[in-house]
């Protein structure tokens, strides 16, 4: 069942249930009283009746039966009977009819005094009419022809109404229903014309207020973010495939080289030099990309431990140090910590030791005197860790693009290297829940600062 149809059978269901329940209400309260009525009116007559043939003395039976029949309030089939003590029906204002009566409900009357009750499809009342020691007992029973048709007419009108009601609740339901969810049919439509080779499609946002528009603005958001994934990817194939390229490019052209004349040993030696330094650049560029691909492939399944940074950091430095002796990493303390878990991550100890070696390779590459001066200091929340150098520095414009895959600042080129570290350090500091922040001065060194929330 669609939610245009559950919509309007439940506001049809909850505004019938309504209706019902007070169309039975008003029924009922009008039958009660309409009996109410018929009744009071049925002992108003049995003690007129009595008065008159009891205490008025010019009144006779005859007379008190023609002024019965005659009375411009007489109700249909009325009956009134008067009987003495004794039970003896001492007044009948109809001859040809009498009422149905069994001297158990002469009994009940005297008990109860006043009786309301049926006699067939008619009100009877019973009341007891005490005068000068006498007990006597009326029965006056009619037809409430007026009533009961008043409240035929109102169960009819009623039964319309209701039907009307609910035919017209019904349609208002689906119709409503079909209004208020229209905006997501549209929504669903326009979703429907989306695919992977026009991202660059919104969403219509409305009036940016209700429900509807905020599932736009989010669906809106996520495609944002979708079309920069699909960017980076593309633009990060184009780049791979370029930097690929050139060292394939060199490889190629010293075979050639090699294929064109006789050589000399000497010369066979060069161009064998060359070939293998072009195969180390590529090696060294598809470990940077293998790497880049499984931090972001694998990351989220890689188990996490309580580690402390400092102790990845002086592993850092001992790794580094081992392959490139001519690098110089001070390590000093900001502040001494104030408990042992201001310096404890929750993370990956191999990958925050890549972090670090990423960091510390630049600082000692980038700078002349190959030297990374590293500052750790702790507060309430964060590990904060500062690795500083006196190398050639980044200029601002240069600071906001060193995070992208294959982006290498003009001064850096003449230096070894991919553009891939930073782009990995980043990810995995983001993993761990950290930020990384960059100070630096073209031509005065740089700073970059890990934080990390400790335990
Ligand atoms: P790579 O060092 O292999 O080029 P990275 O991703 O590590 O790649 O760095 C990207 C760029 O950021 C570098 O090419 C360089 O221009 C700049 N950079 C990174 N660290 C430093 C630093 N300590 N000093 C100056 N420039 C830096």
Redesign the pocket.
């Known amino acids: 069942m669609t939610i245009r149809n559950r919509i309007a059978l439940q506001f049809s269901l909850i505004v019938a249930s309504i209706l019902v329940i007070f169309s039975v209400l008003i029924y009922v309260v009008s039958a009660t009283y309409r009996r109410e009525e018929f009744y009071d009116r049925l002992k108003n007559k049995g003690r007129t009746t009595v008065r008159f043939l009891v205490e008025v003395k010019e009144v006779d039976q005859t007379l008190l039966k023609i002024i019965d029949r005659n009375t411009l309030t007489a109700l249909f089939d009325e009956k009134v009977l008067i009987f003495d003590e004794h039970n003896q029906l001492i007044y009948s204002s109809v001859d040809d009819q009498v009422i149905d009566y069994s001297p158990a409900l002469l009994t009940e009357v005297r008990r109860e005094k006043d009786i309301e009750t049926h006699s067939g499809s008619n009100e009877l009342v019973g009341l007891l009419y005490r005068q000068n020691g006498r007990d006597l007992v009326i029965l006056a029973s009619a037809y409430d022809q007026f009533g009961r048709s008043k409240l035929a007419n109102l169960r009819l009108t009623l039964g319309w109404g209701l039907l009307v009601g609910l035919s017209v609740t019904i349609g208002l339901g689906i119709f409503f229903a079909g209004q208020s969810l229209r905006p997501i049919s549209q929504l669903n439509e326009q979703v429907t014309t989306i695919t992977a080779g026009n991202l660059q499609r919104r969403l219509d946002e409305g009036n940016r207020q209700d429900e509807i528009a905020r599932l736009a603005i989010n669906v809106n958001d996520l495609l944002r973010r979708l079309e920069q994934a699909f960017e980076q990817q593309r633009s990060f194939v184009s780049q791979t495939s370029h930097e690929l390229r050139t060292p394939l490019a060199a490889l190629k052209s010293e075979i050639q080289l090699g294929l064109l004349h006789p050589l000399t040993v000497a010369e066979h030696e060069t161009i064998l030099q060359n070939l293998l330094s072009d195969a180390d650049r590529l090696i060294g560029l598809t470990n940077s990309l293998l790497q880049l691909a499984r931090t972001l492939e694998t990351i989220d399944q890689l188990p996490r431990h309580p580690i402390r940074t400092d102790d990845s950091l002086f592993a850092a430095r001992d790794e580094l140090t081992a392959a490139r002796p001519q690098y110089q990493i001070d390590i000093d303390y900001g502040n001494i910590p104030e408990s042992e878990t201001e310096t404890l991550v929750a993370g990956n100890d191999d990958l925050l030791k890549q972090v670090f070696i990423?960091l510390l390779d630049?600082?000692c590459?980038?700078?002349p005197d190959h030297t990374a001066r590293v500052r750790i200091s702790t507060d309430n929340t964060h590990c904060h860790i500062a690795v500083s150098?006196r190398?050639?520095?980044?200029t601002p414009e240069?600071i906001t693009r060193?995070f992208e895959p294959f982006?290498?600042?003009t001064?850096?080129l003449d230096?070894?290297?991919?553009?891939?570290?930073?782009?990995i350090?980043a990810r995995l500091i983001q993993l761990h829940h950290g930020t990384l922040s960059v100070k630096?001065e073209p031509g005065q060194?740089?700073t970059?600062t890990v934080s990390l929330p400790h335990l």
């Open positions: 990423n630049n600082a590459k980038y700078s150098d190398g050639i520095g980044l240069e060193i982006y290498r600042a001064t850096a230096y070894p290297g991919f553009g891939i570290g930073l782009s350090t630096s060194g740089s970059f």
